[in-house]
């Protein structure tokens, strides 16, 4: 069985950083590309960033500059895990940030549960 869990998030002050991480646990054999998202109250679901196998990387407008992520992705059981540092928060990335892992084999796409990332003074 596969499980996608995310660690870090939490409460940070305008201007301050977090990094969140995602890790795909269990038997996984392939994966096509990892990313994560965000879905403010009242909001849809949205693309913040996502790396694929081969290390391209896709950013949504607003993380671009401020957002980065990073790690790797791979087969085999191998570790896959993905990173997103974020930096120059602001009141408005506040929202619960979720990470999916896209094409797992034998599983398709799966989410993680997601994290709290609250951005206030």
């Known amino acids: 069985q596969v499980q996608i869990v995310e660690t870090g998030g939490g409460l940070v002050q305008p201007g301050g950083s977090l990094i969140l991480s995602c890790a795909a646990s269990g038997t996984v054999l392939s994966i096509d590309a990892m990313g994560w998202y965000r879905q403010a109250p009242g909001k849809q679901r949205e693309l913040v960033a996502s790396v694929n196998r081969d290390g391209t990387t896709n950013y949504a407008n607003f993380a671009k500059g401020r957002f980065t992520i990073s790690g790797a992705i791979s087969g085999d059981n191998a570790k896959n895990t993905v990173y997103l540092q974020m930096n120059s928060l602001k009141p408005e990335d506040t929202a619960i940030y979720y990470c999916?892992?896209?094409?797992?084999?034998?599983?398709?796409?799966?989410w993680g549960q997601g994290t709290q990332v609250t951005v206030s003074s």
């Open positions: 999916l892992a896209e094409g797992v084999r034998y599983y398709g796409d799966l």
